[in-house]
């Protein structure tokens, strides 16, 4: 411990800690930085290195089967050679010609010191030639340098040769005839293995063709092959017999013979060692070649600048930190005596003062304290006078709180009460019961979504939600927020004023029943009107029919059976009388006279009957006029009211999949007779990459074939209206479909060359029992029930009209339905 200063801990110990770090982490960095550059340029040039190294051995490698490819095709070509292999597959016996066969391939083995054996097989598979007269006869039928070579030039693998033991490779090549190129048998030479070893390990030999081969350099580098089932075909360096006994299956390895490629890096060696390698892979035979240095011997160069750099850092470390003590004791003397005194003030001494000589930053710092003594000192005194006036404000805002007629509360952002005025005390909770809770525990529905809607909604600021009181009633409540955020804009509390509505949604519904009731009168006032017309007419008809009847019956009245009984009587009498034998003399005037007078009763009577039949003709056709009218306007009621029903039980839609252009062209075939009779010619404009639309098809024909009805009527009424007398008119209905994908719809539009629609009359169209037809058959209903069906499946209707050109109506369908009206889907 040095006087004055705290190396442990404070001040004191927090500079000497900066002074370390300050000046010892420069040296560290640029130490572990030149370090690290040193050894990635290491490992780089020893990379590139080994990469121009695997290429040259590569290269070696690729002549070595070159040439051995090419001395097998080449002898395979040697006429000696096909002239002998086909006399000894015709006689294969001939002693003389297999002995000069023999010698030829001892003397073309002997051409290349790395040939093992030259030998030929025939087509059967059997040695017939070679340099080792041992081997001739014996059979190769099964091996694979014979099979394959059949086909073309072939290469075999290394392999140990089963008779001397040796490492070889084999090349072999197929024997053909000159003219007709047919297969003789093939040409194997077996080759020394220990030429790829010589390329590889670098071995020393005393010809000069092998001076500039590759040498192994320090203790662990290495060049070796794998062949394609991960065996060493190249002796190790480290391994003694490891050809074709080590299985080597790194990283590299595996990358080259899976996929093909070329790895330069650090991995890990078959021996299990950090290597900085690189791999060349030679496709043709599936080998790879490996060229490897240990990572250790690698970045050996670097290691005595490694202990270097650490005993610099340490000389640096010691000298630093005699250095910061011997600045911290100047420094932090001054300071301590400051902090005494900010003790002093802090326990309540606003009169002390810190005596200070220095004129450096430590003494303006000192004569800052000194100011801001007297500063503190003055605030205290103001701050002692605010809080008086705080508190005089508080209790005035307690008070407006407290006698507000508005329950007032905040909440925080979680949605929980942080403070309730006592306007709750009348829903009979108490405030503390609340503050802490969640809104919703008071609100009647208990979805999380109207909590989100107070708390985060910024647009919505005024809505009214449904409030439980202490006994479960439940209270209509019109709130409105406030968010109150931080300087930051970050939400901190949400205000709140409710205002309890209840008893004037009561008022409300009141006026919304009256309102009914009004709307109720309405209709009545026009289904009376509309049924009392017919009634009227009903009415008069059936006066004046009871009247022609009640004057037919005063006239059938007249007609007394009497006057034709007694003339019967008389004429009954007269018959008998003639035929008594006792009267036969009776006199021929009185006779006479007698049928006179039944003669004038009869005329008398038949002119009666007559008149009667004249007043029946007469009366006969008002009456029928008047049951005919009678019925008519019968018909015109049942229809009224067959049209109110349907106006009243509109029944919920049947969803399903349907074709819109299918329905046009259902509903236009349905009234053909229609619009034929009225000689109007039909347009279909259907869209063909319309989508289908969720819809119930029944319904939709309903409103189609209304529409389609009221165009028909319009045109007609257009050619028998007098302003267009001597004016050739076209009557024309074009119907067809749109399909409005950024709006999500199916339009169908319907448009006559009718008489058209006033502005006026515009407005009204949709209205129920509202009509434009003169001739009393329309109900004024189809259209307003047109209007709800379109209505209930989500649609809407627009209509555009100008007076003696025309109407069009326009249907828009959403393709698919919305949940919320509440629809029933019918699947196909």
């Not at 030149?34 to 695997?54: G, P």
């Not at 030039?153 to 047919?182: C, H, Q, W």
């Not at 400051?338 to 303006?364: F, H, P, S, T, W």
């Not at 709180?401 to 309730?420: K, M, S, Y």
Request: proline residues 2%.
């Amino acid at each position: 411990m040095i006087k004055g200063v705290n190396l442990s801990g404070g001040i004191g110990g927090k500079l000497l800690r900066w002074f370390l770090v300050l000046s010892i982490l420069p040296v560290i960095t640029v130490t572990i930085l030149t370090y690290w550059y040193a050894r990635e340029t290491i490992k780089n040039e020893l990379l590139n290195e080994e990469v121009f190294l695997a290429e040259g051995i590569k290269n070696h490698i690729l002549a070595i089967l070159s040439e051995g490819e090419y001395s097998s095709q080449f002898f395979a070509s040697d006429e000696f050679v096909r002239r002998y292999l086909e006399i000894l597959n015709h006689n294969p016996d001939n002693k003389r010609i297999t002995k000069k066969f023999n010698d030829y391939m001892v003397y073309k083995t002997n051409l290349n010191k790395d040939f093992y054996e030259a030998f030929i097989l025939n087509p059967a598979g059997i040695i017939v030639a070679s340099s080792n007269e041992s081997n001739i006869g014996t059979i190769k039928l099964g091996e694979d340098y014979f099979t394959c070579a059949k086909k073309g030039p072939y290469v075999k693998d290394v392999y140990i040769d089963e008779n001397t033991g040796e490492y070889s490779m084999a090349f072999a090549a197929p024997i053909l005839k000159r003219r007709n190129g047919k297969f003789l048998g093939v040409l194997v030479i077996r080759y020394n293995a220990n030429k790829l070893n010589e390329a590889t390990t670098g071995k020393r030999t005393v010809t000069t063709e092998d001076i500039g081969t590759f040498l192994r350099r320090g203790k662990t580098s290495e060049a070796y092959m794998v062949n394609k089932n991960y065996e060493l075909i190249t002796g190790s360096r480290f391994k003694d017999d490891a050809i074709l006994r080590q299985l080597v299956n790194t990283v590299p390895v595996t990358a080259a013979l899976h996929a093909g490629k070329e790895v330069a890096g650090m991995y890990k060696s078959y021996m299990g060692r950090n290597v900085i390698g690189a791999a060349r892979y030679l496709n043709k035979m599936k080998w790879v070649l490996l060229v490897e240095t240990d990572e250790t011997e690698a970045y050996s160069p670097i290691s005595r600048f490694k202990y270097r750099a650490i005993t610099t850092v340490g000389i640096c470390i010691v000298a630093v930190l005699f250095l910061a003590i011997f600045v911290s004791r100047r420094i932090i003397n001054p300071v301590i005596h400051l902090v005494q005194g900010m003790k002093r003030m802090a326990e309540g001494d606003l009169n002390y003062r810190v005596e200070n000589n220095l004129k450096d930053e430590i003494g303006e710092l000192t004569d800052s304290f000194n100011y801001m003594t007297n500063d503190i000192k003055d605030a205290r005194e103001k701050l002692l006078k605010l809080e008086a006036d705080l508190e005089e404000r508080k209790e005035y805002l307690e008070g407006i709180l407290r006698h507000a007629n508005e329950l007032i509360f905040t909440l925080d952002v979680q949605g929980n009460f942080t403070f309730i005025n006592p306007k709750i005390k009348e829903w009979g909770y108490e405030e503390r019961e609340l503050v802490g809770q969640p809104l919703i525990s008071i609100l009647s529905d208990k979805r999380q979504g109207n909590v989100d809607q107070i708390i985060h909604d910024d647009f919505r600021r005024i809505f009214e939600v449904g409030v439980l009181d202490k006994q479960r009633n439940v209270r209509n409540m019109l709130l409105s927020t406030s968010l109150i955020k931080n300087k930051e804009g970050n939400l901190i509390r949400v205000l709140g004023i409710a205002s309890d509505v209840t008893e004037l949604r009561r008022l409300e519904q009141k006026l919304v029943q009256s309102d009914r009731l009004a709307s109720i009168g309405q209709l009545v006032a026009g289904i009376a009107h509309e049924i009392n017309n017919p009634i009227g007419v009903i009415y008069l008809y059936s006066t004046e029919g009871l009247k022609l009847f009640e004057k037919i019956t005063s006239s059938l009245k007249r007609i007394s059976p009497n006057p034709i009984s007694e003339n019967k009587k008389r004429l009954n009498e007269l018959i008998s009388f003639l035929d008594d034998k006792a009267n036969g003399k009776l006199e021929k005037d009185a006779l006479k006279k007698e049928l006179v007078h039944i003669a004038d009763d009869l005329d008398k009577y038949c002119k009666e009957l007559v008149q009667i039949s004249n007043a029946i003709n007469k009366t006969r056709s008002y009456l029928s006029e008047y049951l005919e009218g009678s019925a008519k306007e019968s018909i015109r009621c049942k229809d009224l009211i067959s049209g109110l029903l349907d106006f009243s039980r509109q029944k919920k839609p049947e969803m399903c999949i349907s074709n819109v252009n299918n329905l046009i062209d259902n509903v236009l075939n349905m009234v053909k007779k229609q619009y034929q009779k009225e000689k109007i010619s039909v347009v279909r404009v259907f869209d063909p990459g319309i989508s289908d639309v969720m819809m119930d098809a029944r319904q939709m024909e309903q409103v189609i074939i209304n529409i389609v009805n009221n165009a028909v009527f319009a045109m007609r009424e257009a050619l028998e209206s007098g302003e267009h007398v001597g004016v050739c008119r076209k009557n024309e209905l074009t119907v067809g479909s749109r399909f409005h994908p950024d709006k999500g719809c199916v339009e169908i539009f319907i448009t006559d060359t009718g008489v058209g629609i006033s502005k006026k009359d515009l407005a009204k169209i949709f209205d129920p029992f509202f009509t434009t037809r003169k001739d009393g058959k329309g109900t004024g209903l189809g259209l307003s029930i047109s209007y709800g069906i379109v209505k209930m499946h989500g649609g809407s209707i627009d209509v555009e009209s100008e007076i003696g050109k025309g109407t069009t109506f326009r249907i828009f369908l959403p393709l698919e339905a919305k949940k919320e009206q509440g629809m029933r889907v019918v699947k196909l």
